[in-house]
């Protein structure tokens, strides 16, 4: 017998990733935001009883990192106290509960990657209410906290490399930064790791669920040209305290993947993923 999967946020990038991946191995019941908001307690709570899920997987969340800046409630309503509600529920219910985090959770002053035993140290508000929703999250006992960051792939084609490959198809100057590192996440490899993590009763808690390797995205620009066929594409290098943004971003925020290895789920090279993301749609 399949178990039942509650796809929370299907709407979005990862979620209707989630929604088609998961459906191989289980039963999926997908709702977006408009027939689950996870910010509404008490509504949530009676959908998600009603449909009594064996999982939980949340893709739900509020990522307008700048935005955070100026409504932080907005973001901690959804990255935070949303995501309480649903561990409280599959605490209810007995569910495996599934969540996603992300890199900003760090301060990004390191020259490593980080493992899952750094302390947090977030700077901005939407990093402080993504951290809170892990600390949720982990209250549940049946629980995998998954860290994933620069996320690309998935039907809606809106993620940076998207729009990195758009301007280089266009003929346009890329501007990307040179000081900021990271290890890029293909949704599609999120999914079959979350898929696996949970297929072989992994043990319960925190990882780190991002392509193998990093690179800044000024080499990630180039890599991308060099697989659309443009390497003479104009990539300019640019440096974040040029940017003006609002909110403080870590600039080494590169993961390792070691304990989702040590977990029997090995992530393929960000370059690997990134030429298979490139490729699909030939």
């Given at each position: 017998m399949r178990?039942?999967?509650l796809v929370?946020?299907?709407a979005?990038?990862?979620?209707?990733?989630?929604?088609?991946g998961?459906?191989r191995?289980?039963e999926?019941v997908?709702?977006?935001?408009?027939?689950?908001?996870?910010?509404a307690t008490a509504a949530?709570?009676?959908?998600?009883?009603?449909?009594?899920?064996?999982?939980?997987?949340?893709?739900?969340a509020?990522n307008q990192v700048d935005?955070?800046?100026?409504?932080?409630?907005?973001?901690?309503?959804a990255?935070?106290w949303?995501?309480q509600?649903?561990?409280?529920?599959a605490?209810?219910?007995?569910?495996?509960?599934?969540?996603?985090?992300?890199?900003?959770?760090?301060?990004?002053?390191?020259?490593?990657?980080?493992?899952?035993?750094?302390p947090?140290?977030?700077?901005?508000?939407?990093?402080?209410?993504?951290?809170?929703?892990?600390?949720?999250a982990a209250?549940?006992p049946?629980?995998?906290?998954?860290?994933v960051?620069?996320?690309?792939g998935?039907?809606?084609?809106?993620?940076?490399?998207?729009r990195?490959?758009a301007?280089i198809?266009?003929?346009?100057?890329?501007?990307?930064?040179?000081?900021?590192?990271?290890?890029p996440?293909?949704v599609?490899?999120?999914?079959?790791?979350?898929?696996?993590?949970?297929?072989?009763?992994?043990?319960?808690g925190?990882y780190?669920?991002?392509?193998?390797?990093?690179t800044?995205?000024?080499d990630?620009?180039?890599?991308?040209a060099?697989l659309?066929?443009?390497?003479?594409a104009s990539?300019?290098?640019?440096?974040?305290?040029?940017a003006?943004?609002?909110?403080?971003?870590p600039?080494?925020?590169?993961?390792?993947n070691?304990k989702l290895?040590?977990?029997?789920?090995t992530m393929p090279?960000?370059?690997?993923?990134?030429?298979?993301?490139l490729?699909?749609g030939?």
């Amino acid at each position: 017998m399949r178990s039942l999967a509650l796809v929370v946020g299907a709407a979005g990038q990862l979620g209707s990733a989630m929604t088609e991946g998961l459906a191989r191995r289980h039963e999926v019941v997908a709702l977006t935001r408009a027939e689950l908001d996870i910010t509404a307690t008490a509504a949530a709570r009676d959908t998600v009883l009603a449909i009594c899920p064996d999982l939980i997987i949340n893709c739900a969340a509020y990522n307008q990192v700048d935005q955070a800046e100026r409504e932080p409630l907005v973001a901690l309503e959804a990255n935070a106290w949303g995501v309480q509600t649903l561990s409280r529920i599959a605490t209810e219910i007995n569910a495996t509960f599934v969540h996603y985090s992300t890199d900003f959770v760090f301060d990004g002053t390191t020259d490593r990657p980080y493992v899952e035993e750094d302390p947090p140290n977030p700077r901005s508000a939407y990093a402080s209410s993504k951290l809170l929703g892990e600390w949720f999250a982990a209250e549940t006992p049946r629980h995998y906290v998954l860290r994933v960051e620069s996320l690309f792939g998935g039907p809606q084609a809106r993620s940076s490399v998207d729009r990195i490959l758009a301007a280089i198809r266009s003929n346009q100057d890329v501007r990307a930064f040179i000081d900021r590192t990271v290890s890029p996440s293909y949704v599609d490899d999120v999914v079959d790791a979350t898929s696996a993590l949970i297929a072989r009763d992994s043990p319960f808690g925190l990882y780190h669920c991002v392509n193998s390797g990093w690179t800044n995205w000024a080499d990630l620009a180039r890599e991308v040209a060099r697989l659309a066929g443009r390497p003479d594409a104009s990539i300019l290098e640019i440096r974040m305290a040029d940017a003006e943004l609002t909110a403080t971003r870590p600039q080494f925020a590169a993961l390792s993947n070691v304990k989702l290895a040590r977990a029997g789920v090995t992530m393929p090279s960000w370059q690997d993923a990134l030429a298979r993301y490139l490729t699909s749609g030939d």
